[in-house]
């Protein structure tokens, strides 16, 4: 019995290993932007269109990733592909990525519409939130890991969610809270449990504030879209 024991503790024991070093080693390739040009026909049609909306689980816009942080990008893809991101689209097109092709895709949408030498966003929001707003941000404090102004997450992995889409960012939040849903839901467990202190009403509060901060985000039109 005890050999059984040991001889599936080391299996198991072997197996994360193996997967968290698969996934270091994902996060480590390095991404060539101008690949990636080459790599986005299938994010283009949502992505590369302004004000965009996706209909599923309900409508909103999606999101805006020209700008956004490559380890931020490259983070969410492996979630897509992986399952624990369960929007079936997204899933789709991430299970046909390689992770060459995901290190690629995010080095290009981070340095998409970047203008070298523009000035740098304020340390804070120039707009104020209300005392309620404050109230809710406070509660889950999000500055602490998205940064002050929202645009400088403390760890890379992290996105940047200054002027993001109000309604993509209500969605997004919601989705954290969702539960056996084999369709809707997002696996992070941090967020997951920020996300589940505030009613749905309080989160599209927190999210039309935080759309309405000053941005490095943008969606950059492809030339057949403009």
């Avoid at 080693?25 to 080459?38: C, M």
């Avoid at 707003?133 to 406070?138: N, R, S």
């Avoid at 009613?199 to 030339?223: C, F, R, W």
């Amino acid at each position: 019995m005890n050999k059984l024991f040991f001889k599936v503790s080391a299996t198991i024991f072997a197996l994360t290993v193996s997967l968290v070093t698969a996934t270091a080693q994902a996060q480590d390739i390095k991404g060539d932007a101008k690949a990636g040009e080459t790599k986005n026909a299938m994010c283009i049609g949502c992505h590369g269109i302004k004000g965009y909306q996706a209909t599923f689980p309900e409508v909103y816009k999606v999101p805006m990733i020209s700008g956004q942080g490559a380890k931020y990008i490259m983070s969410a893809l492996h979630a897509y592909k992986k399952g624990e991101r369960k929007h079936p689209t997204m899933r789709g097109i991430a299970e046909t990525l390689s992770d060459q092709d995901i290190a690629d895709l995010a080095a290009y949408y981070s340095a998409s519409g970047v203008v070298s030498g523009a000035t740098a966003l304020p340390a804070k929001p120039a707009k104020e939130p209300s005392a309620e707003v404050q109230a809710l941000l406070g509660k889950a404090n999000c500055a602490s890991c998205h940064g002050a102004n929202f645009s400088m997450p403390i760890d890379p992995t992290y996105p940047k969610i200054a002027g993001q889409h109000a309604d993509y960012l209500f969605v997004a939040l919601k989705a954290y809270k969702t539960e056996n849903n084999p369709k809707v839901g997002r696996g992070n467990a941090i967020m997951g449990g920020m996300a589940k202190q505030y009613t749905n009403a309080e989160l599209k509060l927190l999210a039309g504030y935080i759309s309405s901060v000053d941005t490095e985000l943008k969606t950059v039109p492809q030339s057949r879209f403009r």
